[in-house]
Every structure is written in C-alpha cells, then in structure tokens.
C-alpha cells in the first residue's frame, strides 16, 4: 500500500482541481459524507464536533450537516475563536448555517461543553489532520484532553489530533481515536510507531480523486504487505539448481549462544538459500553441526571464552569471496577482539551485509567508518541498540531518528519494534503489517536476520530485502501464534512457519 505524506496529498488534492477542474468544496463534500458513512445510524445519537479553522474543520462542519439531515438528536459543533478561516471550511460553516445548524466559536472549555462531551454518543475530531505543523498548545490542548477524557466513540478526520502525519511521532496532547477515516490513501502516521497506537481502525476512502492524478506517482512510504510479498517472490523455475538462489554466509554464536546461530542458519534454509554457510567458534562447534543438517558448518578460532579470535578474519574473508550474502552478529558476545573483528570483516566484504545484534554493538563510537564500505548494509536494530548506537535516548525514538541515521550514514536500517520500519539512504521506507507479541522472545531477531540474509543472498535490493524479511518473519509469528498461542510459541515455530508464507510461489510452468 502506498503511503502519503502530508505535502503529497496536497499536491494530489491540488492537481484534481486544477487539472481536473474537480471544485475543492466537492472534495470536503465528499469526505465528510464518507466520515458520516462510518457513524452508523445517528438518528437520536448525541453527536459533538471538534472543528478547527482549516480544511480538516471543514470536514467535520459537513459531518454536522449531514448528521442534522439523519435527525441526530443533538449535535453541537464547536471552534476555536480567532485566527483566519480557511475559504472552503467557510463555506461548509455557511452551508451549515443555512440548514439550521450552528457553530459556538470559543476560546474556553466552557460548561456546556464540558457537559456536552460527557453525554456525547460520538465525537468527531476535526482539529487539525494532516494540518498539524507545531504542538497542540492552549485551547486546542484542553480540547483534546476533552475528547479524550469523554466515554462516547472518537472518530478523527483523516489524523487525530495531535499526531504528525510524516515524522512518527505524537505531540503531549493527541487524541486517542476509536475510528479514524483517511481519504485517497493512508498517511505514514497511520502506521509508524506510536502514531498507529492513536488512530485505531483506520478506513481509507475516496473522494473523487481521478486515478489518472495518482498513477504514475512516486511515494516514499510504502508498507509491507501482502502485495508486496507477491511483488517480490515469484515461483521457481525448474530449470534451476542451488546456485541460482544464493550462497550466503553467516558468522554467529559463542559459548551460552549457540540457539542464535541455530535460529539465523536454519531460517536461511527455510527461507530458500541453495547453499548457507556458518562459521562459528571452535568450542561450540560440535553442538551447532549436531543440530543443523542442511547448513554448512565450519569451526574457527576462538579465545579461552569460546568467543572468536582475530585469528578468523583470514579463514573467513576466505569464504566470503565466493558467497552472495553476508550476516554477522547473532550470538557473537562483546569481547574487544570479536568487536574489533566484526568490524574488520564488514568494512572488508564486497556482497551485501547485514550487522545485527553484537555486530551492531560493535560499531557503538566507531560509527564513522561505515563510510568506508564497499557494499550495501542491513543494520537491523532494535530500539535500545539504535539507541546506544545513535545516543538517541531509547524511549523516544522514531522514524524522524531512523531516517535521518539512514540517510547520513547511506545505509539501510530495519528499526525493530511492533510496526518494524525499514529506511534506506533515500529517505525511502516500508512499513512492516506483521507480527503480535507472541514474537517477544530471545531468538525471534536471529530468525529475521536469517530471512533477510537468505533473501539478499537470492538477489533482492538491500532495502526491499530488510522489509520483505520483516513482513515473512511477522507473517510467520501470525500463523505460530495462531497454532500455538502467544504465550507458548517459539522462535523454532517461526522457523517452521516461515514454510505456510511462501509455500504459495510453488514452481510452476514456465
């Protein structure tokens, strides 16, 4: 699904009624009838309106209208007083005059809103949508508080306010929507975290936006679905053999973490790889080839500790000269010397890398010498990681972080949470569907970073491959946790249900 941001929906909006002579009034029409539409029936119902002075006000002036039309049984409209009202919300506020309705512009919570709210069947807020450009501040603060401390069904016009529609984050003051409806397409806000834990069940509907105005449009924001998937993975064809889907090549594990390697190995294989090697330290050797059949596995120099030893680099550079795709991290400890050697080894490879968990660790302080890579990088951390990477403080990042890290250091990062987001040196980012909390269990991160490793290794784009491996590794925690439960799935049960996504692209005549 494509994603709009705030500036291109005013361009599309802009382009339908200049180009296609669409009047901006029927657009507002339009949205409020479909915000109406998602109501139910309103006849007898309390309604109250929270309209601000822009278009997204417009919208719910249109609601009030039409609910009058559906004889609710009250339906209050109140606006903030002062600034300039934008020219279409004018006119819906005279259309509203001339059906009897009326507008209370207000620069207090007063009595009789206050009373208003808390019998309220319904709620509608039209404060701000897409509009918001600064932090709620004075009356408009009180009046979501309002909204939010009312017991009637919330719906916001296109955003709730208080959420910015770009950047991931949400201002102290947003409204808490049961129901939000966003027209011709949604908007990153309505998905990125933890704006998406303020919109509720998000509808999107058209307006009367021509296709001709969207086709052909790029968006930077896409999310990771479905539609994807099938974009992306196609059947095999029978002419092929284990060369023609990737040599890829892992360095996981040390003493008390050989479930990491296990976990990103065997997730390669099941993820389609034709050949997956894995170094691993010598002293937990016998226990990872003892429990990996399909997976080449090879010991290398470790310490005292059963961590690796910089004695590796050799042996492994060895084995990266004839694979396609490289992962380093699951499982590897934080010794000096195996954080100095995942260092060595990323800025050595010349195929696509991804850096999770101890590998990303290893660049804390030293994140200045990915400028010298010579291939594209995964780094696939989750907020606490980034956050000691970054020195961003981990409750408070968000993809505004995300993109600006990505964009600085020309790497693709995939930021670990409930909506995964993935953003590479352009800006450019997916945002993940999958996933529930059964998946908060130690190895679940190994499992994606064998997806995305086996998904490289088979020839897709860095960025593409980072958000496709967090849409399988979600897509299988769902069918886990539908046959086992959240509580008692596992990250082995993602391994094993990573098969029920992509059984679907079985070979076919080609």
Partial sequence: MKLATASQMAEIDQCAISQFSIPSTALMEHAGLEIVKRLGPLEGKRIVIFSGRGKNGGDGLVVARRAISQNAG??????????????????MKNRLFEYGGTVLEVDEIGREMTEDCDKADIIVDALFGTGLSREPAGLYARMIDLINRSDGAVYAADLPSGVYSDSGEVAEHTVKADKTITFTLAKPGHFLMPPAEYCGEVSVCGIGIPDEVLSGREFAFETADEEFLERLILPRRRDTHKGSYGK???????????????????????????????????????IVASKLNEAIVFPLPDDADGRLSSRSFDIVCGYLQNCDAFLIGPGLSGSPETQELSRRLVLFSK??????????????GHINLLKDKKAPIILTPHAGEFSRLTGTEAGRVCFDDAKRFAVEHDVTLLLKGHRTVTVDGTGGAYVNTTGNPGMAKGGSGDVLSGIIVSLLGQKLPAKEAAALGAYIHGKAGDYAANRFGEYSMTPTDLIHSICEVLKK??????
């Fill in 505 to 510: 692209f079985n070979s076919r005549e080609w």
């Fill in 248 to 286: 890829v090549l892992l360095i996981c594990g040390s003493v008390g973490f050989t479930g990491a390697a296990f976990f990103a190995a065997e997730s390669a294989v099941r993820t389609g790889s034709g050949l997956v090697y894995l170094g691993v330290p010598e002293k937990i050797y016998p």
């Fill in 74 to 91: 009250k339906v209050s409209v109140y606006m903030p007083a002062g600034g300039k009202l934008a020219a279409d919300t004018l006119e």
């Fill in 351 to 364: 195929v696509p890398t991804i850096v999770d968990a101890d590998g990303i660790n290893a660049f804390c």
